[in-house]
């Protein structure tokens, strides 16, 4: 018996095919572009997120080397001579027993809340003056931005107010804090005239920056002191000690949060 002849191939498809496969189309496309819009608005959020990341990470390397070498001065309380500036004339300076070589207090916004003397300064020009400079810190809460004034020291704190030369080093703060570990404790002011001349043996910051596309961020640092007061003048290094022990298990434990 002959078997009947199989109809002719189709050559088209159904419309129920071109339905499914413009789905499984529409499916797959809107997929790509769903994954492509998310890592695109993550690479927009990132870009301001480290740039403040950035901004805080130099800020605390900068003041944690000019913290880490601050100068302890002279047991000696006798009375520093005026010195003169050959391009000003005599300028008066104070005693430096009646200025604070180390001091920190209370941040409030339009006042220094950090003042120290450091040999960690880059200028060829203070360098032959002596490697030292007077450091400060001032928060201004209206801009939300960190100044600092840097300016000589030479055996004395000058008086004249306009040499401080205030300049904006950080942006976006929110808030900062320090503090201040004498071996036992940490302490919320600092003072080297009260502390026998003594400097903390660390200092601690806590810094909070926040800007338009980005919320707060939190960065904390701990900076430890190596230097102290030479009854012979001069800086030298501490030795270790039992409360350096502790100060290096508490550093070991705050890091700088990214």
């Avoid at 309380?77 to 004339?89: E, F, L, M, V």
């Avoid at 600092?148 to 808030?175: C, H, I, M, P, T």
């Amino acid at each position: 018996m002959k078997m009947p002849e199989r109809t002719a191939k189709r050559k088209a498809f159904t419309l129920l095919e071109i339905i499914i496969a413009l789905s499984m189309l529409v499916l797959i496309l809107g997929s790509v572009y769903g994954t492509y819009s998310a890592a695109t608005r993550a690479l927009a959020h990132s870009k301001p997120k480290h740039a403040l990341q950035q901004q805080a990470k130099v800020f605390l390397q900068r003041i944690a080397s000019e913290i880490r070498c601050s100068y302890a001065g002279y047991q000696d309380k006798s009375p520093q001579p005026a010195t003169n500036n050959i391009r000003t004339g005599e300028r008066e300076l104070l005693k430096q027993e009646d200025a604070s070589l180390f001091e920190g207090g209370e941040v409030s916004s339009g006042r220094s809340f950090l003042q120290f003397v450091t040999s960690a300064v880059a200028s060829k020009r203070e360098h032959s003056l002596g490697g030292l400079a007077i450091v400060e810190y001032m928060l201004d809460s209206s801009t939300n931005t960190l100044s600092r004034s840097k300016r000589r020291y030479v055996g004395g704190f000058e008086v004249d107010k306009d040499n401080y030369n205030w300049l904006v080093v950080l942006e976006n703060v929110q808030a900062i804090s320090v503090e201040y570990f004498d071996g036992d404790e940490w302490l919320k002011e600092w003072n080297s005239n009260d502390m026998e001349g003594l400097l903390p043996q660390a200092v601690g910051i806590s810094l909070v920056m926040q800007s338009e596309d980005v919320g707060p961020l939190s960065f904390v640092s701990t900076v430890k002191i190596v230097c102290k007061a030479n009854k012979l003048g001069g800086v030298t290094v501490q030795k270790t000690t039992e409360s350096d022990k502790m100060l290096q298990s508490i550093g070991n434990n705050q890091k700088t949060n990214d």
